[in-house]
T-cell receptor
Framework: AQSVSQHNHHVILSEAASLELGCNYS??????LFWYVQYPGQHLQLLLK??????LVKGIKGFEAEFIKSKFSFNLRKPSVQWSDTAEYFC?????????????FGAGTQVVVTP | DAGVTQSPTHLIKTRGQQVTLRCSPK?????VSWYQQALGQGPQFIFQ???????QRGNFPDRFSGHQFPNYSSELNVNALLLGDSALYLC?????????????????FGPGTRLTVL
């Protein structure tokens, strides 16, 4: 069965610092990859997604992610975080051959940005 | 454009009771998926409905059942509640999976229903 691993459960950093969140998945076939964000008191929102093409994907709010197929990774990055980036971040995968698109999520990374 | 809506927002039940949660998909979407998010964990897939039929199911017992209505809205029912059923229940909607060929659609999530079982 496929699985998704997020390396850090909690990250604390200062405003203007750079952020990188790791995500690895275990599945040998073709996958679609997603990063979702859950701000305090709000619902899960899509940050960015990768289906095919350029492995460097740009999302909303200055976030980007790079798909490295050989490493089964889809790491999320932001060059300079703001206090408003405090949230929980989830990596998710679905299998391209699964026509119904069931999402498999990682456990999430809680990011706290201090002023 | 209305997003995914869920009701109720919060619910408190006791062990052994039954609960029904409701979801209305985003405008233009006809597929609904349900997820359970326990505290400190990522969402876990429960099942997915399309054309009023359960199309795919995760590793959840038969106590979890659902329904989809002709207007694409959906219900999640949980019978014989256990303490471990306490969680945030999320509904996600998307456009038609074909059941054929690769799936490339995005799921949009509602705010969730927080269920507490005492």
């Amino acid at each position: 069965a496929q699985s998704v691993s997020q390396h850090n459960h909690h990250v604390i950093l200062s405003e203007a610092a750079s952020l990188e969140l790791g995500c690895n998945y275990s599945y040998g076939g073709t996958v679609n990859l997603f990063w979702y964000v859950q701000y305090p008191g709000q619902h899960l929102q899509l940050l960015l997604k990768y289906f095919s093409g350029d492995p460097l994907v740009k999302g909303i709010k200055g976030f980007e992610a790079e798909f490295i197929k050989s490493k089964f990774s889809f790491n999320l990055r932001k060059p300079s975080v703001q206090w408003s980036d405090t949230a929980e971040y989830f990596c998710a995968v679905n299998v391209r051959t699964d026509s119904w698109g069931k999402l498999q999520f990682g456990a999430g990374t809680q990011v706290v940005v201090t002023p | 454009d209305a997003g995914v809506t869920q009701s109720p927002t919060h619910l408190i039940k006791t062990r052994g009771q039954q609960v029904t949660l409701r979801c209305s998909p985003k405008s233009g979407h006809d597929t609904v998926s349900w997820y359970q998010q326990a505290l400190g964990q990522g969402p876990q897939f429960i099942f997915q409905y399309y054309e009023e039929e359960e199309r795919q199911r995760g590793n959840f017992p038969d106590r979890f059942s659902g329904h989809q209505f002709p207007n694409y809205s959906s219900e999640l029912n949980v019978n014989a509640l256990l303490l471990g059923d306490s969680a945030l229940y999320l509904c996600a909607s998307s456009t038609s999976p074909s059941g054929r060929g690769p799936h490339t659609d995005t799921q949009y999530f509602g705010p969730g229903t927080r269920l507490t079982v005492l």
